[in-house]
């Protein structure tokens, strides 16, 4: 591990990426996560707009008055989802991508680990990635700020296997980087699971 590379890009390194954890999940952790998981999926099919509290409540078998106990607002709770996908993004991709110095091998990994986390949360970043304009202006600042973050750290990448000669240097990075984004995050409106496809084979497709 090159621990190193995390200042030079703007981050530290999350606590215990270099080492598995085994903790089991805490009662309130575990509920979050379900609360996440069960809005998301209720976003995906309906809409954030159409779908109600009430709605959330029902599938999570809780009374929509028990719902408030875990979010303030439906907004509360899109936005929270919102950065729970982006926070996973910036905790595992840098970590695998850290994993080696060469500039190529970089962009394997970035793709492997972009697709990974992209595909194991699908409904969550599908809801962030469409429902992101829902949010209010002061909610969507923190969430286009760990954005940035994320683009930076992905431009970053590229920009390194540029310099190092490994990949085209005819389009600016900028591009690169915006297509590169746009190719993986789409795969999470359309990929399905037990499919022709698995996603180790998408990955070597994006990355070929």
């Not at 962009?107 to 699908?122: E, M």
Request: charged residues 20%; aromatic residues 10%; glycine residues 2%.
């Amino acid at each position: 591990m090159h621990n190193g590379v995390w200042p030079q890009l703007g981050f530290e390194a999350p606590a215990g990426a270099h080492m598995k954890q085994n903790k089991s999940p805490q009662p309130e952790h575990s509920t979050t996560e379900r609360l996440f998981d069960t809005a998301a999926a209720l976003f995906w099919r309906k809409g954030y707009a159409a779908t109600t509290t009430r709605e959330i409540a029902s599938a999570l078998g809780i009374q929509q008055a028990s719902l408030y106990h875990h979010m303030a607002s439906k907004e509360d709770l899109l936005y929270r989802v919102c950065l729970s996908s982006l926070e996973t993004f910036l905790a595992d991709v840098p970590a695998a991508v850290c994993e080696t110095e060469c500039p190529l091998e970089r962009i394997r990994l970035f793709i492997r680990a972009h697709l990974a986390t992209l595909l194991r949360y699908q409904q969550r970043n599908v809801t962030s990635l469409t429902e992101f304009r829902s949010l209010s202006p002061h909610h969507r600042k923190d969430v286009l700020a760990l954005r940035d973050k994320y683009e930076h750290f992905s431009r970053s990448t590229l920009e390194n296997t540029q310099t190092a000669g490994a990949i085209r240097i005819d389009v600016p990075v900028k591009y690169l980087s915006l297509a590169l984004m746009s190719m993986l995050n789409y795969a999470a409106l359309w990929f399905r699971k037990e499919k022709a496809l698995n996603q180790d084979q998408l990955a070597e497709i994006f990355t070929k």
